[in-house]
């Protein structure tokens, strides 16, 4: 089986089959830090699942607003951190990041590429898009999550 485990020290993302390491990407967490906490924009840490996949139909650069793909001449979000390309909805399985779900907390690319490997996100995980995109075709939903 797939999971994947995230390093918030090491910004970096793992992806593992029967726990060996099978890919590695760079990813950029939280820049307030992390915490479970609503509103906070921290990025969870503990136990996940992916819950949902969105976007395996788009193109790359594809912008999503609440889940759901932007068309060519649709308004953009008022927000410059777009999320970008595909997303891995996660849902918590700790009591303390239960509310991640609801939280709107992803793995999903984004168009700050340049600030990956930093802390510069509002509580996601960011990728590049392509890396999202390979990463989005290798797991199944119900793949394991640790983010420490």
Not at 10 to 18: G, I, V
């Amino acid at each position: 089986m797939k999971s994947i485990h995230v390093s918030i020290r090491d910004q970096r993302l793992t992806l593992k089959e029967n726990e060996t390491p099978i890919r590695s990407y760079p990813v950029s967490t939280s820049r307030f830090g992390v915490g479970t906490e609503e509103g906070s924009m921290k990025t969870p840490t503990g136990r996940f699942c992916v819950a949902k996949k969105i976007g395996g139909e788009t193109p790359s650069g594809t912008i999503f607003q609440s889940r759901v793909a932007l068309k060519t001449g649709d308004p953009l979000p008022p927000t410059d951190d777009l999320v970008m390309s595909r997303i891995l909805w996660l849902a918590g399985l700790d009591e303390q990041n239960a509310n991640t779900g609801g939280r709107f907390i992803y793995i999903h690319g984004t168009k700050h590429e340049d600030k990956i490997g930093t802390p510069a996100s509002c509580g996601c995980v960011r990728m590049r898009n392509a890396d999202v995109i390979e990463l989005f075709d290798l797991v199944e939903e119900g793949a394991p999550v640790v983010i420490e």
